[in-house]
């Protein structure tokens, strides 16, 4: 298993990344994948843009 690996548990409630840094960390998921997304990658890859939302929908809501 990859030390990036993201599961639901490691992020606690309310203590969000930066849509930014986990945009980062998706680029880097593709390019170790290299372009294909085994299952546990893909679980990986579907938890990293729900996070990405909620960082971008925060950000919306502060500049607001």
Same mark, same amino acid.
């Given at each position: ?14 203590? #969000? ?16 994948? !290299?372009? #294909? ?21 925060? !950000? ?5």
């Amino acid at each position: 298993m990859s030390p990036d690996f993201l599961t639901p548990g490691d992020v606690p409630p309310g203590a #969000t990344r930066s849509a930014a840094e986990v945009n980062e960390q998706i680029r880097a998921l593709w390019l170790r994948a !290299g372009g #294909t997304l085994s299952p546990q990658e893909r679980t990986e890859y579907e938890l990293l843009v729900v996070e990405w939302a909620a960082a971008i929908r925060d !950000g919306i809501i502060e500049a607001a």
